[in-house]
């Protein structure tokens, strides 16, 4: 069966600090990845995605970036947090677009103090 | 631009009852996809159930059903006998055909009370 990983669970990073949040699938192969943000009181937003290895899509400018270094790894990154970072990260897989779905990660919690 | 609105931010019902969570979208795509999501306590968000705007029958999933109405642009969720597990924060999402990506409502926490 397909499995998503991700974490940390929390984190808790000063301002400035670097950031690395990383998510994987198994169970399956050539996965869709994304990685969304859920801000207080605000729906999820879509940050980035990617269909293959290398491929990645940037939905918002910002302060992070993304990388897919292998089929099935997805990493989230900054170099220097802001405090309007914080927020709760999830991580989600779909094998094809359509009336599939996500499946998500159990997300992580960041905290930018 | 894909739009997604879910007017009621907090809703409780009591247990055993039936309650309706409004969604309304805006699309100009005739080919798209729609989607309630459950985000319990524990954060992880989970499918509750799916509809593709080409069908008319409304999608049923066990307690689970849709009001789909295509012309008004609405998509309502139905939880019938609700249960104390059904407390979480619920999403309505669409996607359009040929996208990867859904737009997600704000949400709506819902309390189910014993």
């Known amino acids: 069966s397909q499995t998503i990983h991700q974490w940390p669970a929390t984190l808790v990073q000063p301002v400035g600090s670097p950031l690395s949040l990383e998510c994987t699938v198994e169970?399956?192969?050539?996965?869709?990845l994304y990685w969304y943000r859920q801000a207080a009181g605000r729906g999820l937003q879509l940050l980035f995605y990617?269909?293959?290895?290398?491929?990645i899509s940037s939905e918002v400018p910002q302060n992070l970036s993304a990388s897919r270094p292998q089929d099935r790894q997805f990493i989230l990154s900054s170099k220097k947090l802001l405090l309007s970072d914080s927020g709760f990260y999830l991580c989600a897989w779909s094998v094809l677009q359509g009336p599939y779905g996500y499946t998500f990660g159990s997300g992580t919690r960041l905290t930018v103090v | 631009a894909q739009t997604v609105t879910q007017s009621q931010p907090e809703m409780s019902v009591q247990e055993a009852e039936t309650v309706t969570l409004s969604c309304t979208y805006d699309t100009s795509e005739s080919n798209y996809y729609l989607f309630w999501y459950k985000q319990p306590p524990s954060r992880q968000m989970i499918l509750v159930i799916r509809?593709?705007?080409?069908?008319?029958q409304n999608a049923t999933e066990n307690r689970f059903s849709v009001n789909f109405q295509k012309a008004a642009k609405s998509f309502s969720l139905k939880i019938s006998d609700s249960q104390l597990g059904d407390t979480a924060m619920y999403f309505c999402a669409s996607m359009t055909s040929g996208t990867y990506k859904y737009i997600f409502g704000t949400g709506t926490r819902l309390k189910v009370l014993a």
């Open positions: 990617s269909v293959g290895i290398g491929q």
């Open positions: 169970g399956t192969s050539n996965p869709n």
């Open positions: 509809q593709e705007a080409y069908k008319q």
